[in-house]
């Protein structure tokens, strides 16, 4: 990827502020967008709408609560409607199909600009990161009003007030940052449960993946700030949180206070009000076994692991550069297993990776049973710009791919399913998350091993923790009754 290339507008690179001086900056910015929002409103006679639409990883959810926050202080009135007056696109390209839905739905957000000729469109996150994107947008989508990026999601309210008294395409990306700017104003979409941001970026460097480049270097929070950030939210009424990072395990690298990822988990299972604590993504070449050792002994850690394995197939693990085989993979899942006899794993698995042949995949499928996966969830390698894969041959034909993915697919829903199984008749306690999508008289609960339990109940319980007796498996969850 080169950028020298682009033309960036107004800014060329990183903020000459400190990270204090910059949250002063931007709240200043708040101010000013609050006054012409208010002007805005007062013009039109009712108060202006924002939309902001996420795409792609939890992390992007957190940046996306980030950004209603902004936009709330702001004075905007917050929808899911993309009639709105402004749409953000939080965006994800981790594969090409993610960046399809995007300009698909841009061309839709056109017809309706041409309408209401106000409106105003802001793309930003991953997507963004890469020049060609950006290049695209200047010459096919040149509606679009507002492109920021990954590193400076913080400086929202500035560029937005930019683009409010503009009427030019602001372009900020940037290539990269070593800044972290805390304390921008949040709008959380449950009340009961959060994201927390602990570290950024990645340098796994997986030859398929694009995040390493479009989320840059790995950076780790300052511990002071995650734990002041969850004694907040406790305070406010947030019983589970869920440490964020793309390889929680290597937490603490580079920061002076030598913390590690199970110490950081120790600081926050003490913090008062704090009732269940998950993490996301562990990987099988970082994972200590102190941090077994932590997640057997502590009741807060829920009793669920992500442990992406990708493949069961060494060639392809070492082509992957996962830094592990499957049977060190394995030899982990045992010693996890032996440890924590309940604990629900998940994992990730790509298929059609360069040079992967039918035979790999029966290794990936023979891994799945042996792991006993409780869900998995499977991708169709997407070739991304700028990655090592990128460049190396295929190897299946379209056709040996989707009959590959397939078998897999019933493989993993089997393993699921016998796994699940072995929850029926319980007494679990589960946290009510919300109504049920399909039944009004029925809510929906999670269980600490992530496992979702529909129930009788009414909404007066979201938020708040139940027992429930798991009677039916339907596979992926369970239909229960309430204790
Ligand atoms: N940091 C996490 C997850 C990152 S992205 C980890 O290391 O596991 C989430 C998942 O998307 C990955 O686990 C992988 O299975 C999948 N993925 C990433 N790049 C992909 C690509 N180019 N094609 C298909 N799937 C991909
Ligand atoms: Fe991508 Fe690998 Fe980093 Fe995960 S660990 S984000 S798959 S490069
Ligand atoms: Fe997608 Fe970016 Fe997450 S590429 S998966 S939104 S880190």
Known sequence: MKWKDVDYTPYTSTTPYSSEEESIRQEDFIQKLSCLVREMAERSGRVPTACVVTFGCQMNARDSEKLCGILSRAGYMLTEDEEADLVVYNTCTVRDNANQRVYGRLGHLNAMKKLLPTKKIALCGCMVQEVEVIEKIRRSYSFVDLIFGTHNIYKFPELLYMSLTSDKMIVDVWKATDQIVENLPVERKYRFKSGVNIMFGCDKFCTYCIVPYVRGRERSRDPKEILNEI?????????????????????????????????????????????????????????????????????????????????????????????????????????????????????????????????????????????????????????????????MPRSMSDEEIKAGFDKLLKTVQDTARKRVARYAGRCEEALVEGPNDHDKTMVTGRLSNNLLVHFKAGASLIGSYVNVRLLENKGFYYIGEML
């Open 231 to 391: 004694e907040h939210l406790a305070a406010d009424g947030v019983s589970e949180v869920m440490l964020l990072g793309q390889n929680v395990d290597s937490y603490g690298k580079g920061l002076e206070q030598g913390i590690t990822f199970p110490k950081l988990l120790s600081e926050v299972a003490k913090v008062d009000g704090i009732r269940r604590i998950r993490f996301m993504t562990s990987h099988p070449r970082d994972l200590s076994d102190e941090l077994i050792a932590l997640m057997a002994d502590s009741d807060k850690i829920c009793s669920h692991l992500h442990l992406p394995v990708q493949s069961g197939s060494n060639r392809i693990l070492k082509a992957m550069n996962r830094g592990y085989t499957r049977e060190s993979y394995m030899d982990l899942v045992g010693r996890l297993r032996k440890a924590m006899p309940e604990l629900a794993l998940t994992t990730d698995i790509i298929v059609g990776f360069p040079g992967e042949t039918p035979e790999d995949i029966e290794e990936t499928i023979s891994l799945v049973k042996e792991a006993e996966y409780d869900n998995a969830f499977t991708f169709i390698y997407s070739p991304r710009t700028g990655t090592p894969a990128a460049e």
